[in-house]
């Protein structure tokens, strides 16, 4: 008797269930039909960016290796026409890629004001990647090391000789080049201490900077055993006691 209430009991809690389910389909039906297509269509639309951003990007890859390829060729007018085209039309990721692939060209062709403006372009382009605008920042300053006066070095490196930059090693060590140039000794030799302090500086670099602390120091030396030289200020590498 109390299984057959129990049955009864289940059967008429099902018709209940079935019956709201009923009233709820007939409430809310059209939305929920609604949501479903609008899922599928969110999904399906994801998917063709997704599907049309990978092409953009693979067209675009095999039109960066055209290019480059046209380079090393030494088909220099050609290259650049590839690459100014990809600058106009392809991803920003690869437009920025070309710009620094063509300044690359310039430089390698002699034309350093060409490449200069080319790495300046990418240096303040906002969209490109921060890593990206300092290289080319680095590079259109080793560039110019020849020819700028130290304050136009001083201006172009400022931001990239931080703590925290991934080219602060180069461009330190760009920077100290400059101050021997400029004849700015001390500065020259401030700067080299600061790359031989910093432990995540590459060896190669580190021992440059040795050997131009050495030249600094033995320039002093010389100069302080000239009539008429000063000798080396207290502090100073190479200072006598």
Request: glycine share 8%.
């Amino acid at each position: 008797m109390a299984d057959q209430t129990d049955h009864f009991v289940r059967e008429v809690q099902d018709e209940m269930r079935k019956e709201r389910l009923a009233q709820l389909w007939d409430k809310f039906g059209v939305f929920i039909i609604a949501a479903a297509a609008l899922l599928i269509l969110g999904v399906g639309g994801y998917k063709f960016y997704e599907y049309r951003s990978l092409s953009t990007r693979e067209a675009a890859g095999i039109e960066f290796e055209s290019a480059a390829r046209l380079a090393s060729q030494g088909k220099a007018q050609e290259a650049h026409e590839a690459f100014d085209k990809m600058i106009k039309t392809a991803p920003p990721a690869y437009g920025a890629l070309a710009r620094l692939r063509n300044a690359g060209a310039y430089a390698a062709e002699g034309k350093r004001d060409e490449a200069v403006a080319a790495y300046d372009a990418v240096s303040k382009d906002s969209g490109a990647d921060p890593l990206l605008r300092d290289f080319a920042t680095l590079q259109a300053a080793l560039l110019r090391v020849d020819s700028a006066d130290w304050t136009e070095m001083q201006n172009r490196l400022k931001d990239l000789i931080n703590d925290g930059n991934a080219w602060r090693a180069p461009a330190r060590e760009l920077l100290g080049l400059a101050a021997m140039k400029a004849g700015n000794q001390d500065e020259a030799r401030k700067i080299f201490e600061q790359i031989l302090a910093d432990t995540a500086v590459p060896p190669a670099t580190a021992e440059r900077a040795r050997i131009l602390m050495t030249v600094l120091t033995e320039a002093a030396l010389t100069k302080a055993a000239q009539p008429g030289g000063t000798g080396a200020k207290p502090g100073e590498a190479g200072a006598t006691k």
